[in-house]
């Protein structure tokens, strides 16, 4: 395995720009929408709430990323997620997460317990 010194720069690169694009609150509730299976735009635009033209910029990153796959059937596109790993990978920061959030949970109800008189 390479040393963090012989990694070259452009794959560096590479790895920040892919979760870069996990890094955009409607890129990861797009991705939602779609782990239940191909949406069209307008489905993704009522569920977000938001335009079209958010919804579509958003859309265009994670097509050109490769997570994405689109498909047109007359006027509508539709889109689906092409790489799975993308669920593995929110799946492992939301569980830890979680982990933190029932840790620092633990440690008020501690608190509140041992200051009860």
Do not use: W
Not at 20 to 46: A, D, F, T, W
Not at 82 to 103: G, H, K, M, P, S
Request: proline share 3%.
């Amino acid at each position: 395995m390479p040393t963090a010194n012989t990694v070259p720069q452009e794959v560096v690169q590479q790895v920040a720009e892919y979760f870069s694009i996990l890094s955009e609150p409607m890129r990861l509730r797009i991705l939602n929408l779609l782990r239940e299976g191909e949406k069209c735009v307008q489905e993704l635009v009522e569920a977000t709430a938001t335009s079209q033209a958010n919804v579509s910029k958003h859309l265009k990153v994670m097509l050109q990323a490769g997570i994405l796959s689109r498909r047109s059937e007359g006027t509508s596109a539709y889109y689906k997620v092409e790489d799975e790993l993308i669920f593995e990978l929110c799946n492992l920061v939301c569980d830890r997460l979680a982990t933190r959030i029932e840790q620092q949970a633990r440690h008020f109800r501690d608190f509140s317990l041992t200051n009860k008189e």
